[in-house]
């Protein structure tokens, strides 16, 4: 069985603000990471990550778990109520 939970974010202004900035760093480091992806030709995860990883950390200045998975699982856009959703990626 699988559960679901919905929740909202209530943030102060200055954690919304930093939120916020925290997505936009992700998003670029996103495009970033897709643009290293097809030059090298590189579309493993894992492999991706070894690629990307320290340079995205330092350059976006992210946490670990920011700079590991954000990235690679592809951006995040503001979404149809205010809040953000992540891009699906379906394979065919």
């Not at 097809?38 to 700079?67: D, I, M, P, S």
Request: aromatic letters at 8%.
């Amino acid at each position: 069985m699988k559960l679901v939970l919905q929740i909202r974010l209530l943030p102060t202004p200055a954690q919304a603000t930093a939120l916020e900035a925290t997505l936009r760093a992700c998003n670029e480091a996103a495009a970033w990471v897709a643009e290293v992806a097809f030059e090298t030709r590189t579309f493993r995860n894992f492999t991706l990550r070894k690629h990307t990883y320290a340079e995205v950390k330092e350059r976006w200045e992210l946490g670990a778990q920011a700079a590991q998975h954000g990235p690679v699982n592809g951006p995040c856009h503001p979404g149809p109520r205010g809040g953000w959703t992540r891009t699906q990626h379906h394979r065919q």
